[in-house]
């Protein structure tokens, strides 16, 4: 198996930097989704139906897939020899930080379902606030893959 991950290693590590491309776009923008859905529509109107639906639609089409996408190409290289040095810190700040990423894709996936229910008490504000989330995320992943500290 690890003869395998060693020879598909060039093509996981190709699918997983898009799989987390995929993923990262959809985390930008749902927040900002948000934002204009807090702002800009009332519950129950046309335009309300018309933010869950590209909501849903991002999440479960484009995000969710992605994120699966992610874990197992991530977990396809974890487990190819030779490329983690678990002695070393930062696989462990890149899981952290992945570990983070999910809980905040996870979180916003809760915030669609307060819209959905029309219970969603959060102001525009903090949806701009929890927008900056996956670029304080991403800063530290690319950290500790490029960098290694």
């Known amino acids: 198996m690890s003869d395998l991950l060693a020879l ?31 702002e800009q529509a009332e ?31 991530g977990l396809c290289l974890v487990f190819t020899p030779g490329i983690v040095d678990w002695s070393s810190v930062w696989p462990w ?16 996936g809760l915030r669609r379902k307060d819209f959905v229910a029309g219970t969603n008490t959060r102001p525009g504000r903090t949806y701009r606030m929890m927008n900056e989330v996956p670029t304080l995320l991403m800063i530290v992943i690319v950290l500790s893959v490029v960098v290694k500290f």
């Not at 869950?52 to 969710?64: A, D, F, T």
């Open 8 to 38: 598909a290693y060039p093509y996981v590590k190709a699918f997983h930097i898009m799989a987390v491309m995929s993923w990262m776009a959809g985390l930008f923008y749902l927040p900002r989704l948000f934002v204009h859905h807090t």
């Open 43 to 73: 519950v129950g109107s046309e335009m309300d139906r018309t933010f869950q639906m590209m909501e849903q639609k991002l999440l479960r089409l484009i995000m969710n897939p992605a994120m699966i996408a992610t874990w197992i190409a």
């Open 93 to 108: 700040t890149k899981a952290a930080a992945v570990l983070v990423m999910t809980w905040f894709h996870h979180w916003l």
